[in-house]
């Protein structure tokens, strides 16, 4: 049985081996220094550690789940608001498992989707929307600032765990359960992040929506 963790709110993540610095050369100029940097050197994680994580993965998640509120209202998808608000208010300031994350991820993957082909349509937003929008793009910049932190912490914990004996690593099979989730999600969430956000800044230009401007630093 995994030892619940308090997190408030994630989005969606594919399970995936790719090393989580590995996406990460693009977000340099948001964060003011270079990505493409070494893996940090192995250190056995414990469940301070797993905490400290799944807080970060929350950190970097918790933006990009406001961004997909804004923009479902900005398409007039009003029950998708309504369930990434409900998923919010189910996983905020209580004790959650692995099965309450994944079920917010596949909430959120679902709401994605229909963005997506919203945003594939070239639909036409209305002023109001508009707004609404580029309240997301804020968000969503955000979400790719600190994903940068998260892909150099879950790259470290991946690699903490590989250094672990074969006893320690039974252990940790148990009790670091869903930081070795967050550390194998980390990866697909960056790379998925960052193809929405390169969506995302494409249609808004296309439609004469304000970006932030600290946008521009993403090298597409």
């Known amino acids: ?33 270079k990505s493409d940097t070494a893996a940090p050197a192995a250190t056995a994680p414990d469940e301070a550690a797993q905490d400290a994580l799944v807080r970060q993965f929350v950190a970097a998640q918790s933006p990009a789940l406001n961004a997909q509120g804004y923009f479902a209202k900005a398409f007039g998808l009003a029950e998708q608001a309504q369930l990434i608000e409900a998923e919010k208010k189910a996983i905020s300031g209580g004790q959650v498992d692995t099965g309450q994350l ?26 109001e929307s508009k707004q609404h929008y580029a309240a997301g793009l804020i968000a969503l910049v955000e979400a790719a600032v600190q994903a940068r932190k998260l892909g150099e912490s879950a790259t470290a914990f991946t690699t903490g765990l590989k ?19 967050v550390a194998k999600s980390s990866p697909s969430y960056i790379k998925s992040l960052y193809s929405s956000t390169k969506s995302a800044l494409t249609y808004a230009k296309a439609n004469n929506i304000q970006v932030p401007k600290n946008a521009d630093a993403l090298d597409f």
């Open 102 to 127: 994944k079920k917010t991820v596949e909430a959120s993957e679902a709401v994605q989707r229909m963005i997506d082909e919203k945003v594939a349509s070239g639909q036409p937003l209305s002023a």
């Open 1 to 33: 049985m995994i030892r619940k963790i308090a997190v408030p709110l994630l989005i969606s993540a594919t399970l995936v081996s790719a090393p989580a610095h590995a996406q990460l050369s693009k977000l340099s100029n948001l964060v003011g220094g």
């Open 163 to 181: 250094s672990l004996n074969p006893m320690q690593a039974a252990s940790a099979a148990t009790k670091l359960k869903a930081g070795a989730w």
